[in-house]
């Protein structure tokens, strides 16, 4: 597995939500949802209004890259839908508030002899003492942003929140499952900074699933339904993974990192584990 780790001074401008997702663009490969309003989050999780305005992160960022391997016995049809999702959890001991952006987020890998790059949102992400809890999806240039707030006790017991995910569809004639095999990853790139406890190191899983259609989409990603938190206290009891799609479940097939049954972000809490922290002004 490698890791690239390198130390960018960036200036934020004002609108520091739109550049931190502006990042590497992506080539025609890469889903970009048309513009449109943002529909409210599609599930029954428990939510309030972000209504906190989070400051600008950072002037410095640390950039991570993760491999991981597709199933290379199962083909990825064209028209389906591979949806990688990111998620990290806070190991005990740490700081317990943390304030941190996701930017430059982007998947590579190589099939059908040719390089593919995928282009993810980003996210704002804050980890604080309240009990409020939303996550949401916001237009922007290029691929909107998510943003994430959620209380730290969502990261007791060993639990993961949702980081980064981005649903992309799959071009004719498909993927073999052949073309990634041996020493052929799929790998996510991230940029991360901080504006609060910039020194708190996390950790960083990924996986990517694929479904057979997603309904309403694209256009909007509140209309998958994703799941902010794998708490099930924060969740109305609902067991699924962080990042589980939960009006789209029906849906899911083999493929991509899926480990087995139910497995809606292909087993990204099973993966390697990548530690990470992201960077703010020393």
Same mark, same amino acid.
């Given at each position: ?23 590497? /663009? ?8 048309? !513009?449109?309003?943002?529909?409210? +989050? ?9 209504? !906190? ?9 640390? @950039? &991570?890259?993760?491999?991981?391997? $597709? ?12 949806? $990688? %999702? ?10 317990? @508030?943390?304030?941190?952006? #996701?930017?430059?987020? &982007? ?25 409020? *809890?939303?996550?949401?999806? @916001? ?8 943003? *994430? +707030? #959620? ?10 929140? $949702? ?22 990853? #799929? ?10 406890? !910039? ?37 109305? /009891? ?12 029906? &849906? *899911?097939?083999?493929?991509? %990192? ?5 497995? &809606? ?18």
């Amino acid at each position: 597995m490698k890791r690239n780790v390198s130390v960018n001074i960036t200036r934020f401008a004002a609108l520091a939500a739109a550049a931190a997702i502006s990042g590497c /663009g992506g080539p025609a490969s890469s889903l970009a949802p048309p !513009a449109g309003g943002a529909a409210p +989050m599609a599930s029954s999780l428990k939510t309030s209004s972000a209504s !906190a305005v989070m400051k600008p992160a950072a002037l410095y960022s640390c @950039a &991570y890259t993760s491999d991981e391997h $597709f199933n290379s016995k199962v083909d990825i049809a064209a028209g389906s839908w591979l949806v $990688f %999702t990111s998620i990290f959890r806070v190991p005990p001991g740490q700081a317990g @508030a943390l304030r941190f952006d #996701v930017s430059k987020s &982007y998947i590579t890998f190589t099939a059908n002899n040719q390089s593919y790059q995928i282009q993810a949102p980003g996210a704002r992400i804050s980890l604080h003492q309240q009990s409020n *809890l939303h996550l949401h999806w @916001a237009k922007g240039a290029q691929h909107g942003i998510w943003w *994430l +707030m #959620v209380p730290y006790g969502t990261m007791e017991k060993d639990y993961a929140d $949702f980081m980064d995910q981005v649903a992309w569809q799959v071009p004719a004639p498909g993927l073999s499952g052949a073309d990634f095999g041996g020493n052929n990853p #799929v790998t996510w790139h991230v940029s991360l900074s901080s504006g609060k406890n !910039a020194a708190t190191q996390f950790q960083w899983q990924w996986g990517a699933a694929v479904y057979t259609q997603l309904d309403n989409f694209p256009g909007d990603y509140n209309n998958l339904g994703s799941k902010p938190v794998e708490d099930p206290n924060y969740s109305n /009891g609902n067991a699924d993974p962080a990042g589980t799609p939960e009006v789209q479940k029906q &849906y *899911l097939t083999d493929g991509g %990192t899926n480990q087995g049954q139910n497995d &809606y972000i292909g087993g990204a809490g099973k993966n390697h584990v990548e530690n990470v922290n992201p960077c703010g002004k020393p």
